[in-house]
């Protein structure tokens, strides 16, 4: 079912004031803690009356507080008349920042989309495969998204500052933190990889092995390139840290090109082992 415009109002109402208490919580956490005892008390004695839904509305629909303690703690987030003039050059730097990485997700997606119509030619145990062993790279591969986004903030903040020699020794630091986690899940993926897949493969052994015998050859060639791989993370958060966006959408075209020539030339040749490949 489409979502009505007043669910999407009630989304936006209960979270824009919970991203200004988690602001107010990073520089004044006692006070900003006080300051939700209220509406929570509230709701828990709600609830206790007997009405659920009103308690539920009232821990989620009292969030003036909150904004009412981040502007008085922060002056500078309040709204005036001046914050809605137009600012060109503003706008163009949003662009000039944000629009390259918008197209780098575009071109990602992309690639995933030519790998998935190669994909679909190995039959339905090659997709469960695929699936199981998609869904344990995701659990593997979060904290070095995490790193990466941690890189971006660390760098932009030192970048702005002008020290960058905090920059690099960022970056370092980040690397040491990524090859450690990629020995560690490298031995995961060996010792575990089969019996984490498991978990989303279910059905008769003569259908769930070959689904697992595709998720291994999937889970093996990852482990090939997880440590390159980690380090283009860090690499590109690093520079959309430091605003060089237009860097990281071009290895985000180079990484297209050298997929859909891969996805055109590998499977035939090497079978599934060609698509892990691309």
Request: charged share 15%.
């Amino acid at each position: 079912a489409e979502a009505a415009p007043a669910d999407l109002a009630r989304v936006i109402w209960g979270d824009v004031p919970s991203i200004l208490t988690n602001f107010t919580f990073q520089t004044r956490p006692r006070i900003a803690a006080h300051g939700r005892v209220m509406p929570d008390g509230f709701a828990e004695k709600t609830a206790i009356a007997g009405s659920a839904a009103v308690a539920a509305a009232a821990a989620r629909g009292v969030p003036l507080e909150d904004v009412a303690f981040a502007f008085r703690l922060h002056p500078g987030l309040r709204l005036r008349r001046a914050d809605f003039r137009p600012d060109a050059r503003l706008a163009a730097r949003m662009l000039r920042l944000g629009l390259p990485m918008a197209l780098q997700s575009c071109v990602t997606a992309a690639g995933m989309v030519a790998v998935q119509a190669a994909l679909n030619g190995f039959g339905s145990a090659g997709v469960a495969g695929w699936t199981a062993a998609s869904k344990v790279e995701c659990i593997v591969i979060m904290p070095s998204f995490a790193i990466a986004t941690t890189m971006s903030t660390f760098a932009g903040q030192n970048a702005g500052a002008g020290n960058w020699r905090r920059v690099r020794e960022g970056v370092r630091c980040a690397f040491g933190i990524v090859l450690a986690w990629t020995a560690a899940s490298t031995a995961f993926l060996g010792l575990f990889g089969t019996a984490a897949m498991r978990m989303f493969i279910a059905g008769e052994p003569d259908a769930v092995e070959p689904a697992l015998a595709a998720g291994r050859t999937y889970l093996a060639v990852l482990t090939a390139f997880f440590l390159p791989g980690n380090a283009l993370f860090v690499l590109r958060g690093a520079l959309e840290g430091i605003g060089r966006t237009v860097y990281t959408l071009a290895s985000g075209l180079a990484e297209l090109a050298a997929r859909l020539v891969a996805v055109a030339i590998l499977p035939p040749l090497l079978g599934w082992l060609g698509v892990c490949l691309a």
